[in-house]
């Protein structure tokens, strides 16, 4: 049986570990819900959320930051240096600390999610982006990849993450947020050009994936 990765049908948290079954070349059963599936689902879940990826023997495996390592493993995309791997992994924290400043968010009214996140963009979100970009910048200087010269996870959440906050869905974010940060923009833009990446989004690029094809 095929590893099963349980989660809502949109990119959100189970995005990162879908590209990188993809690049990997694994097959993998990508599982979708929406909230009224996801009710009956809910209880088979060690901690009461998804994404879980489900092993051939049936046990489940929560939270995206280790299904994300294992899946990266599986696809020889976590780097096997002890020191690259942390510099890989303190990106991904990075943009954690990032994604989880507008967690507030996502339950507010309209115009209040419009303000919020206005005001998030303005004040931390925009000193974690500059972050970012230096971090970024100097990676790229160092062998155009966030740890080992090559292509990892890191890369991938960059990725994700990038285009994901500027999705369509994303209520009060400009479109052209990446334009006031050039470093990520190039950035971004590279990785989805990963040939395997690039074809993912030719067939799933729609909607809240709108965002995550290469710019025009
Ligand atoms: N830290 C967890 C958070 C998981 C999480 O917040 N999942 C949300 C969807 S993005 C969920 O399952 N919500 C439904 C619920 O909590 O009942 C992870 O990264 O996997």
């Given at each position: 049986m095929?590893?099963?990765?349980?989660?809502?049908?949109g990119?959100?948290r189970?995005?990162v570990?879908?590209?990188?079954?993809?690049?990997g070349?694994?097959?993998f059963?990508d599982?979708?819900?929406?909230?009224?599936?996801f009710?009956?689902?809910k209880p088979?879940?060690?901690?009461g959320?998804?994404?879980?990826?489900?092993?051939?023997?049936?046990?489940?495996?929560a939270?995206?930051?280790?299904?994300?390592?294992?899946?990266a493993?599986?696809?020889?995309?976590?780097?096997?240096?002890p020191l690259q791997?942390?510099l890989?992994d303190?990106?991904?924290?990075?943009l954690?600390?990032?994604?989880?400043l507008?967690?507030?968010?996502?339950?507010m009214?309209k115009?209040?999610?419009i303000?919020?996140?206005q005001?998030?963009l303005?004040?931390?979100?925009?000193?974690k982006?500059?972050?970012l970009?230096?971090?970024?910048e100097a990676?790229?200087?160092?062998?155009?990849?966030?740890?080992g010269?090559?292509?990892?996870f890191?890369?991938v959440?960059?990725f994700?993450?990038?285009?994901?906050?500027?999705?369509?869905?994303?209520?009060?974010?400009?479109a052209?947020?990446?334009?006031e940060?050039?470093v990520?923009?190039?950035?971004?833009n590279?990785i989805?050009?990963?040939p395997?990446?690039?074809a993912?989004?030719?067939k799933y690029?729609?909607?809240?994936?709108?965002?995550?094809q290469?710019?025009?």
């Open positions: 095929a590893l099963r990765l349980h989660y809502f049908a990119p959100g189970a995005e570990s879908r590209l990188l079954f993809t690049i070349g694994i097959p059963e599982v979708g819900y929406s909230w009224e599936t009710a009956e689902f088979k879940t060690p901690f959320q998804v994404p879980v990826l489900e092993l051939p023997d049936g046990k489940m495996l939270q995206s930051g280790a299904i994300d390592r294992y899946v493993k599986l696809a020889g995309l976590y780097p096997e240096d791997a942390a890989a303190q990106v991904v924290f990075q954690n600390d990032f994604m989880d507008f967690t507030p968010t996502w339950t009214e115009d209040a999610k303000k919020a996140r005001e998030i303005a004040g931390k979100g925009k000193e982006l500059q972050a970009a230096k971090v970024l990676a790229e200087a160092e062998g155009g990849y966030v740890a010269g090559k292509l990892s890191a890369d959440a960059v994700v993450n990038l285009s994901g906050i500027t999705s369509p869905i994303m209520d009060g974010i400009p052209g947020l990446l334009d940060y050039p990520l923009k190039a950035f971004r590279k989805a050009k990963v395997a990446i690039k993912y989004y030719e690029g729609e909607g809240p994936r709108a965002s995550f290469p710019d025009p």
